[in-house]
């Protein structure tokens, strides 16, 4: 069974960066045809997809986000990072990350609260 796990700060001041680490346990990070992708959900708004990263290690950004953002990987520890520059407090949200099949999504993490405040 998959199980995906977000870590990262609580806390991040405006301007900073955050990253945020999805840990992949149960599967193989590149084993086709499995994408992994960022969401969040700002307080009393809905779901915003921020980009993916595919099995083969494409990379698909959102315009929102593109200007600010990098997916990565590391296939020897299975984890898949998001990197968002340039923070404010409208980034405050609760950061997901999940794994698709390109049919549905099929795994969710619990996703990690980030607030960002001076």
């Known amino acids: 069974q998959v199980q995906l796990q977000e870590s990262g700060p609580v806390l991040v001041k405006p301007s900073q960066a955050l990253s945020l680490t999805c840990a992949v346990s149960g599967d193989s990070i590149t084993i086709p045809y499995y994408d992994y992708m960022w969401l969040r959900q700002p307080p009393g708004k809905g779901l915003e997809w921020i980009g993916a990263i595919k099995f083969s290690g494409n990379r698909y950004y959102s315009p929102q986000f593109r200007s600010r953002i990098s997916i990565s990987r590391d296939t020897f520890t299975n984890q898949v990072t998001l990197q968002m520059y340039q923070m404010t407090p409208e980034d405050t949200a609760i950061y997901y990350c999940?794994?698709?099949?390109?049919?549905?999504?099929?795994?969710w993490g619990q996703g990690t609260q980030v607030t960002v405040s001076s």
């Open positions: 999940i794994r698709d099949d390109n049919y549905h999504v099929d795994t």
